[in-house]
């Protein structure tokens, strides 16, 4: 299992503003970046060559070096905030699989788990196998969250015993059969949120990465019967041709009962 592998792999670095007159230009707009074009090595394949070059012109990779961002999908989080506005100060959140660390850095500024004072202190805590380096504001757990002891380690470090969102950006590793792949991810996602279903307090909220394939009725189906809202989000940083989606399930209902409720598509 590969937490958080795929599309999360950015480089940590703090680069200036990116541009002479001081201002900060977003990943999206407001100045027209060089194109960067990359020559063929020849111990490169062509799609090599093609994902380098891709890397090199994406305006979410530029601004995770220039934002001292851990990775691009920390804009896909920060995106999926703006919109829905769940990360709010003083709640207490959990990350799944949260190498490098991208959406665990948006985490904690949006719920000052850093600089916040009394009730509007958050928490995050950032769990997984690979290591994570130190960030600001993160409680770091290196561990398996699929191992039998992870749940109730994990609820012996949240204040209170429980979560108020959990997070899970996490992708298998491919094998290139999109079938295949796309089984692996949607069984890493069913347990993600079997885990939320266990760590949350009433009125939760959880997130987490799919693929398009035709698999997630059995997600959906345990989302809409455990959460008021379910809904499919594809934020601006999810790169258009990818089959990449979220889902995101508001408003934890705590128990077993409730009418199963429809999704709703963006």
Known sequence: MTQKGSGKGGATGGGG?????????????GQRQLRVRVKTASKRTTS??????????????VASKRDGMRSRAAYKLREIDDKYRFLKPGLRVVDLGAAPGGWSQIAAERVRSLDGKGAAKGQVVAIDYLGVEPL?????????????????????????????????????PTVGHSRTDHIRI????????????DVLAPGGVFLCKVFQGGAERELLDVLKKNFATVRHVKPPA?????????????????????????????
């Open 238 to 266: 999810s790169r258009s041709d990818s089959a990449e989606l979220y889902v995101l399930a508001t408003g934890f209902r705590g128990d077993k009962t409730g009418a199963p409720q429809a999704t709703e598509d963006e």
């Open 136 to 172: 600001p504001g993160v409680e770091i757990v290196m561990m398996d969250f699929t191992a039998n002891e992870a749940e109730t380690h994990l609820k012996s470090l949240m204040r209170n015993g429980g979560a108020d969102i959990v997070l899970s950006d996490m992708a298998a």
């Open 186 to 197: 949607m069984a890493l996602a069913e347990q993600a949120a079997a885990f939320a279903c």
């Open 48 to 61: 090599s060559n093609r994902w380098l070059e891709r890397q090199l012109n994406d305006p979410y990779v």
């Open 17 to 29: 503003s990116g541009s002479g007159s001081g201002k900060t230009i977003g990943p999206t707009g």
